[in-house]
């Protein structure tokens, strides 16, 4: 099935693995060259992993799942296929999520800095324990077949609504703590004066902020949809988190609809079979 523009679509699709693949390349120069490198020895080498790993894994790995329904080459492969890539993404993201924050804390405890007393590491420990409960709860009703339909179509906005707002966080969060980061790393150079190492690192958030515009553009276009399979409705209603916005109130009518044109069909038959009944008896 063709997709409605196409060519905007694939411009923008190949814009946002590019915006993201720099994210991930500037985050890489920023640590090797600015940072020193990394290490896993309970020194500022060990937490330099933190930011590595969250812009992967939590920003770059999510955002490429969010839009894995988008994909029209896929739409040929069958929704449980889809459904299994889609979680395995955000599972990827999810350990790579857990890892860094294991190197801050072991950094902090070797070096007896405090644990969660800014912004930026509450808001990040809670939508990293916000991702894993969206995870375990995605997998549990629309990947595993034994959730009923009813409780799908009935989570299903709320699952496409926190993955979103999970991953706009995620970005807030990020940005949060590289401005954290430059004001205690250049305390002595200064961050107002602009040092070579703070215009490369604003550099790098104007490049997550303008991947996760992207994301968000290319998921909530209804045209970009995937289409939906003949009788999914009844077989495997539509699930996976920021599958489009292919769990909304559409599909919804489409139930109560498909439900109320069967009604009628039965209540039909039902009729034709009296009369015809009927029919037969006087006949007789």
Known sequence: MAMDGYRG?????????????????????????????????????????????????????????????RLPWTWKCSKLLMKSIHAGLHAVAAILAIISLVAVFDFHNAKNIPNMYSLHSWVGLTVVILYILQLLLGVSIFLLPWAPLSLRALVMPIHVYSGLLIFGTVIATVLMGVTEKLFFALNSSGYSTSPPEGIFTNTLGLLIVVFGALIF???????????????????????????????????????????????????????NFIVDEAGQRSTM
Do not use: C
């Not at 909530?220 to 920021?242: D, H, M, V």
């Not at 489009?244 to 039965?266: C, T």
């Open 217 to 271: 553009w290319i998921v909530t276009r209804p045209q970009w949809q995937r289409p939906k399979e003949p009788n999914s409705i009844f077989l495997q209603p539509n699930g996976g988190a920021q599958e489009g916005v292919e769990g909304s109130a559409i599909n919804f009518s489409n139930v109560d609809k498909s439900d109320s044109e069967l009604n009628n069909e039965a209540a039909a038959r039902k009729r």
């Open 9 to 69: 679509f694939l411009g923008l699709l190949v814009s946002a693995l590019l915006v993201g693949f720099l994210s991930v390349l500037f985050t890489l120069i920023w640590v090797l060259h600015y940072r020193e490198g990394l290490g896993w020895d309970g020194t500022a080498l060990e937490f330099n992993w933190h930011p590595v790993l969250v812009v992967t894994g939590f920003v770059f790995i999510q955002g490429i799942a969010i839009i894995v329904y």
